[in-house]
């Protein structure tokens, strides 16, 4: 005789709201970071290539080395083009695709509800995005200002376009961590917060923010999905679970009882 207490046939031991995996899903799809993590890469190969050009025009000018100047100058330009092809080129675009498809091979293809392409308007920004600090390295060349402030210079537009960035692309909270600490970090150099690294390393006042603050954005969202996957996995293997004892239940109700029976 059953008990009272146990389960009707075919009725889930423990029903889970689809609702609440539908939101570990979601939140599994905006902390996938691989994508955020090339575009890191871009940045911070940007800003270190016009950091260090930018230091070698100003040394050179300062000491009238044309030829250093001339190549530094070079160097620079050669940066903004092929970071800006890359912008807007198709195949930096599949670039992307691939890698994300690579590193996430065995866990399939997941994107968050309303993501969107990049708008032209974004890629537009990304490009003025070179261009503004090309245009800061300019500024320190010819010493109109100072490599110590480079930072703050480049939080300026930086932080905005990636918050800009990060609400078009419907990431998670970790992808906030960037912007907001790189801004956070610009202002307190600004109120003169001993943030600043020795002369000679004035360079890594900058480099050292955009490489720091952006790593550390892409570990807390790449922990945070393997956190949500893990959630995900649980619900989805006790639904199954669940469906297997509710199919079990209804076969032994719907079996005829056996003639040995007393």
């Not at 419907?170 to 020795?198: E, S």
């Amino acid at each position: 005789m059953n008990s009272k207490n146990s389960p009707a046939p075919g009725r889930l031991t423990h029903p889970v709201d689809p609702r609440t995996v539908a939101r570990w899903a979601a939140r599994y799809a905006r902390s996938r970071t691989i994508s955020f993590l090339v575009q890191w890469v871009l940045v911070v190969f940007m800003v270190a290539a016009i950091g260090v050009a930018a230091g070698l025009t100003s040394s050179a000018y300062e000491q009238g080395n044309f030829g250093i100047f001339t190549l530094s100058i070079a160097l620079m330009a050669v940066v903004f083009l092929a970071m800006a092809w890359f912008s807007l080129s198709q195949w930096g675009a599949e670039l992307v695709w691939t890698i994300t498809l690579w590193w996430y091979g065995e866990e399939g293809y997941a994107e968050a509800a309303g993501r969107q392409p990049i708008p032209g308007w974004l890629t537009a920004l990304g490009g003025g995005l070179v261009a503004y600090h090309l245009a800061g390295a300019m500024l320190v060349s010819f010493g109109l200002l100072r490599l110590q402030w480079l930072q703050p210079f480049s939080a300026l537009y930086m932080t905005p376009y990636l918050c800009a960035l990060i609400v078009r692309q419907r990431l998670g909270w970790w992808a906030w961590l960037w912007p907001a600490l790189y801004g956070i970090h610009a202002l307190a150099l600004l109120w003169g917060a001993p943030l600043r690294f020795p002369p000679p390393w004035r360079l890594l006042d900058l480099i050292v923010p955009v490489f720091g603050y952006g790593l550390l954005a892409i570990l807390a969202g790449h922990l945070y999905s393997r956190y949500a996957l893990y959630k995900l996995k649980q619900l989805t293997r006790s639904v199954a679970a669940d469906l297997e004892s509710a199919e079990d239940a209804d076969q032994e109700a719907d079996s005829p009882p056996s003639e040995n029976a007393p």
